[in-house]
């Protein structure tokens, strides 16, 4: 092994420790993989500069603009509206309507654009129904997945593939399509069937707004004139009675009688502390009344005192390309900005118990929200999040909408005939949206995904560099070793095997990254096919199910759908293995070596 391939293990090792830990943003570490690569010579420097302009990056930073002016036109919102009303009545019609109209409108726009539109629908269908919005938001993330993969645009994975096999085949427009539709029925047959019998009946948050109980994590500041100065933790318990549990109580950094069993043992409240406490929402504001605390994250805030009458409980989730993604609670200020006060943070279904005044948002994050109703009221159409009390009666269709359509129906008539570079058609799609109404250049910019652009810059650079230092082959070499005896069926099964795992330790993209020079690398080697390898990472890399992180849709629904961890892995875990089985057989029939 030689030094540049030692270079690229070295670096590849990092990035994947980024990407599962979530230490930055993902687009950041995809930046950091061009200038490390590009600095180190591993790859050349111009080359790795290349990223920035490649085909994958230009053509997926165009398609989000044409997306948001369908959104923003309200094309997309009357198209799966209409699609829901005609399955309302029972929620297996509904369901089979909502995946139906999700998988289809993500064949041609971004699948996590479709998704954040979808979600005020469903929970407005849920509470028409009466049943709890985890039984729809899964299916139709998964459904949005299958739907893009249909055709090349319908996720920025089919790009990123197409983009790092370019120098050795083409992928067309319509390539995906054949393979696509055949996975989407075995998925969508599956989410009908067999995932109603798997999914939960959760309530979430926002069943406090009908009249639920429902406990929840959130910290309390002790003022200085707080009732509670004095106290110990089990002290305060017992004088406030009710189904109040204080969950930890800090001063400053330490978190204080941890150990502690007795109730003499146990320090005591003092101005400046904090408790972190469950109960319900209405108990907590009787707390914050009684005593005097704060609660956080707006207590520096003056007037952030809940009040208990006139008030509201609402939840906001934070969207993938919200410019509050990376700032604190405290520094977006949600009640000297909006006069709301946060009372809790949840990410991935579990409550933040520490530090949720200073922690980094994240997309999908939910934000649970108390204020007066007219205050809740004006979060509504507010950039950077999504107000989940009732999107659902407030779609319109803009007048820009008939241009918007006709711009998209150019679009991908071009992209079908092959006569221009998609890349390049895209690029002028999007300048004609903006230039004829249906988009603002301010909101252009804002809807693209700099955090996906930054990835998918980082992924091509990768897998330039497995190529360029003979990695990819190499690896590719050992994977062949193992299963070409049983034929290259079995080596296929392997690749397709091995992407679906990476796609959920690492994202879609950078699985994509690392297993597409070695498919294609395996291929050439066993003389198969190399389009049917691509199309299997492709396809794996994409078929995200079985954990909340693997595929930004599943992150996007976690909180609002009150999903757990293992809820994925039930649902999810099965779908995904049956797509690998069908892949398997599916690919190497159709491209003749089975």
Same mark, same amino acid.
């Given at each position: 092994?030689?030094?540049d391939?030692?270079?690229?293990?070295?670096?590849? *090792?990092?990035?994947?420790?980024?990407?599962?830990?979530e230490?930055?943003?993902? @687009?950041l570490?995809?930046? =950091?993989?061009?200038a490390?690569?590009?600095?180190?010579?591993?790859?050349?420097?111009?080359?790795?500069?290349?990223?920035?302009?490649?085909?994958?990056?230009?053509?997926?930073?165009?398609?989000?603009v044409l997306?948001a002016?369908?959104?923003?036109?309200?094309?997309?919102?009357a198209?799966?509206?209409?699609?829901?009303?005609l399955?309302?009545?029972?929620?297996?019609?509904?369901?089979?309507?909502?995946?139906?109209?999700?998988?289809?409108v993500?064949?041609?726009?971004?699948?996590?654009?479709?998704?954040?539109?979808?979600?005020?629908?469903?929970?407005?269908?849920?509470?028409?129904l009466?049943?709890?919005?985890?039984?729809?938001?899964?299916?139709?993330?998964?459904?949005?997945?299958?739907?893009?993969m249909?055709?090349?645009?319908?996720?920025s994975?089919?790009?990123?593939?197409?983009?790092?096999?370019?120098?050795?085949?083409?992928? @067309?427009?319509?390539?995906?399509?054949?393979?696509?539709a055949?996975?989407?029925?075995v998925?969508?047959?599956?989410?009908w069937?067999v995932?109603?019998?798997?999914?939960? =009946?959760?309530?979430?948050?926002s069943s406090?707004?009908?009249?639920?109980?429902?406990e929840?994590?959130?910290?309390?500041?002790?003022?200085d004139?707080?009732?509670?100065?004095?106290?110990?933790?089990?002290g305060?318990?017992?004088e406030?009675?009710?189904?109040?549990?204080?969950?930890?109580?800090?001063?400053?950094?330490e978190?204080l009688?941890?150990?502690?069993?007795t109730? /003499?043992e146990q320090?005591?409240?003092?101005?400046?502390?904090?408790i972190?406490?469950?109960?319900?929402?209405?108990?907590v504001?009787?707390?914050?009344r009684?005593?005097?605390?704060?609660?956080?994250?707006? *207590?520096?805030?003056?007037?952030?005192m809940?009040?208990?009458?006139?008030?509201?409980?609402?939840?906001?989730?934070?969207?993938?390309?919200?410019p509050?993604?990376g700032?604190?609670?405290a520094?977006?200020?949600?009640f000297?900005?909006?006069g709301?006060?946060?009372l809790?943070?949840?990410?991935?279904?579990?409550?933040?118990?520490r530090?949720?005044?200073?922690?980094?948002l994240?997309?999908g994050?939910?934000?649970?929200?108390?204020g007066?109703?007219?205050?809740v009221?004006?979060?509504?159409?507010?950039?950077?999040?999504?107000?989940l009390?009732?999107?659902?009666?407030?779609?319109?269709? /803009?007048?820009?909408?008939p241009?918007a359509?006709?711009?998209?129906?150019?679009?991908?008539?071009g992209?079908?005939? @092959?006569?221009? =570079?998609?890349?390049?058609?895209?690029?002028?799609?999007?300048?004609?949206?903006?230039?004829?109404?249906?988009?603002?250049?301010?909101?252009?910019?804002?809807?693209?995904n700099?955090?996906v652009?930054?990835?998918?810059?980082?992924?091509?650079?990768?897998?330039a560099a497995?190529q360029?230092?003979?990695?990819?082959?190499a690896?590719?070499?050992?994977?062949v070793d193992?299963t070409?005896?049983?034929g290259?069926?079995w080596?296929?099964?392997?690749?397709y095997l091995?992407?679906?795992?990476?796609?959920?330790?690492?994202?879609?993209a950078g699985a994509? *990254?690392?297993?597409?020079?070695?498919?294609?690398?395996?291929?050439?080697?066993?003389h198969?096919?190399?389009?049917?390898?691509?199309?299997a990472?492709?396809?794996?890399?994409?078929?995200?199910?079985?954990?909340?992180?693997?595929?930004?849709t599943?992150?996007?629904?976690?909180?609002?759908?009150g999903?757990?961890?293992?809820d994925?892995?039930?649902?999810?875990?099965?779908?995904?293995?049956?797509l690998?089985?069908?892949? =398997?057989?599916?690919l190497?029939?159709?491209?003749?070596?089975?």
């Amino acid at each position: 092994m030689n030094a540049d391939q030692i270079i690229v293990l070295i670096v590849l *090792a990092g990035a994947m420790t980024c990407w599962i830990a979530e230490l930055v943003p993902l @687009g950041l570490t995809g930046i =950091s993989l061009v200038a490390i690569l590009g600095l180190s010579g591993a790859i050349d420097a111009s080359k790795a500069l290349q990223a920035f302009s490649s085909p994958a990056v230009v053509l997926v930073g165009a398609l989000y603009v044409l997306s948001a002016a369908l959104i923003r036109t309200g094309v997309v919102a009357a198209l799966e509206d209409r699609l829901i009303r005609l399955g309302a009545g029972s929620e297996k019609r509904v369901l089979i309507a909502a995946t139906l109209a999700t998988a289809l409108v993500s064949g041609l726009l971004n699948n996590t654009s479709v998704v954040v539109l979808m979600l005020p629908l469903l929970l407005g269908a849920a509470r028409r129904l009466k049943i709890p919005p985890s039984r729809l938001l899964m299916p139709v993330s998964f459904a949005a997945i299958l739907g893009g993969m249909l055709t090349l645009i319908g996720t920025s994975t089919n790009v990123l593939v197409a983009n790092l096999a370019r120098d050795r085949l083409t992928i @067309g427009f319509f390539d995906f399509l054949p393979f696509g539709a055949a996975f989407l029925i075995v998925g969508l047959a599956y989410l009908w069937l067999v995932a109603p019998r798997l999914l939960p =009946s959760r309530p979430t948050i926002s069943s406090v707004t009908h009249g639920e109980a429902f406990e929840y994590v959130t910290e309390l500041l002790v003022r200085d004139d707080s009732r509670g100065l004095g106290l110990t933790r089990h002290g305060f318990e017992q004088e406030a009675g009710g189904d109040l549990r204080v969950l930890q109580h800090l001063r400053g950094e330490e978190a204080l009688g941890v150990v502690a069993d007795t109730d /003499h043992e146990q320090p005591r409240l003092a101005p400046g502390d904090v408790i972190v406490v469950r109960a319900t929402p209405e108990f907590v504001v009787r707390l914050c009344r009684q005593y005097r605390f704060a609660a956080l994250p707006d *207590a520096t805030e003056p007037g952030t005192m809940p009040q208990a009458h006139g008030t509201t409980f609402a939840e906001i989730v934070i969207t993938p390309v919200s410019p509050l993604v990376g700032q604190s609670l405290a520094s977006v200020g949600l009640f000297r900005t909006f006069g709301v006060i946060a009372l809790a943070l949840l990410r991935r279904g579990a409550h933040l118990r520490r530090g949720i005044v200073d922690v980094a948002l994240r997309a999908g994050d939910v934000i649970l929200v108390h204020g007066a109703p007219e205050k809740v009221e004006g979060l509504r159409g507010r950039p950077g999040f999504l107000l989940l009390i009732g999107v659902d009666e407030r779609i319109v269709l /803009h007048g820009r909408a008939p241009m918007a359509i006709g711009i998209a129906i150019l679009f991908v008539a071009g992209a079908a005939s @092959g006569m221009f =570079s998609l890349p390049l058609l895209a690029v002028a799609v999007a300048v004609a949206c903006i230039a004829t109404g249906c988009l603002a250049p301010r909101l252009a910019l804002r809807e693209i995904n700099w955090n996906v652009l930054g990835l998918l810059a980082g992924a091509v650079t990768l897998g330039a560099a497995l190529q360029e230092t003979h990695l990819a082959r190499a690896i590719a070499g050992g994977i062949v070793d193992v299963t070409e005896d049983l034929g290259p069926a079995w080596v296929l099964a392997a690749i397709y095997l091995m992407t679906s795992i990476a796609t959920e330790i690492v994202s879609n993209a950078g699985a994509a *990254a690392l297993m597409v020079p070695i498919a294609l690398e395996a291929a050439q080697r066993i003389h198969a096919p190399e389009k049917a390898f691509a199309l299997a990472v492709a396809f794996a890399a994409s078929a995200s199910f079985a954990t909340p992180v693997g595929y930004q849709t599943n992150a996007f629904i976690l909180g609002p759908g009150g999903y757990r961890f293992t809820d994925f892995v039930r649902v999810g875990l099965p779908l995904q293995v049956l797509l690998w089985l069908f892949a =398997s057989l599916l690919l190497p029939y159709s491209f003749g070596f089975l």
